[in-house]
Antibody
């Protein structure tokens, strides 16, 4: 059974770096595209970016200058770093797997973690 | 970016009703349109992928259709557990984008 679990600080100060990790179980992290999505409180979903194995990641242009996604195959984890955060980055952050059979769609999601940007 | 505009933004319906939610893309898409259901406090759940394919484990009362710029999600007979927010998503162009959501409420 595929499971994803986000972890990281729930509170980040303005101008600092948000760092989250997604631990994948029940699947190899080498086999899929792994995505980050966020959802500000009470709002809709925004795709942040994805990565596949050692290939170059793809990012949302609106965040590209501040975001880095990386993969640690030894730990079956992938990570998100978002620099210079502001209150507008307050959101629930989800990690998600892009399917193979369910191609170009997100078939498994983590439960999400709320990150609040505040001093 | 490809904009995905859902309509209606909210809809009230009763158990047993048939409901259709529409998603209009700002440019023509291929086959990479998906639909998700999100309940309060939960992650989105994949319902439909590649326009019309039912995700494993999803009840057959859910169906998807469409082509070009217009896509629909239909729930043939609403059940109590279907009251939620629904999102469309395109993966034909980067960045992936989602519709703004349709809130399905109990009448």
């Amino acid at each position: 059974q595929v499971q994803l679990q986000e972890s990281g600080p729930g509170l980040v100060k303005p101008s600092e770096t948000l760092s989250l990790t997604c631990t994948v179980s029940g699947d190899s992290i080498k086999s899929h595209y792994w995505n980050w999505i966020r959802q500000p409180p009470g709002k809709g979903l925004e795709w942040i970016g994805y990565m596949f194995d050692s290939r170059s990641p793809s990012y949302n242009p609106s965040l590209r200058s501040r975001v880095t996604i990386s993969i640690d195959t030894s730990k079956n984890q992938f990570s998100l770093k978002l620099t210079s955060v502001t209150a507008a980055d307050t959101a629930v952050y989800y990690c998600a797997r892009e399917g193979i059979v369910a191609a170009a769609s997100l078939d498994y999601w983590g439960q999400g973690t709320l990150v609040t940007v505040s001093s | 970016d490809i904009q995905m505009t859902q309509s209606p933004s909210s809809v009230s319906a009763s158990v047993g009703d048939r409901v259709t939610i529409t998603c209009r893309a700002s440019q023509g898409l291929g086959s990479w349109v998906a639909w998700y259901q999100q309940k309060p406090g939960e992650a989105p759940k994949l319902l439909i992928y590649a326009v019309s394919n039912l995700q494993s484990g999803v009840p057959s009362r859910f169906s998807g259709s469409g082509s070009g710029t217009d896509f629909t999600l239909t729930i043939s007979s609403l059940q109590p557990e279907d009251f939620a927010i629904y999102y469309c998503q395109q993966a034909n162009g980067f960045p992936y984008t989602f519709g703004q959501g349709t809130k399905l409420e109990i009448k």
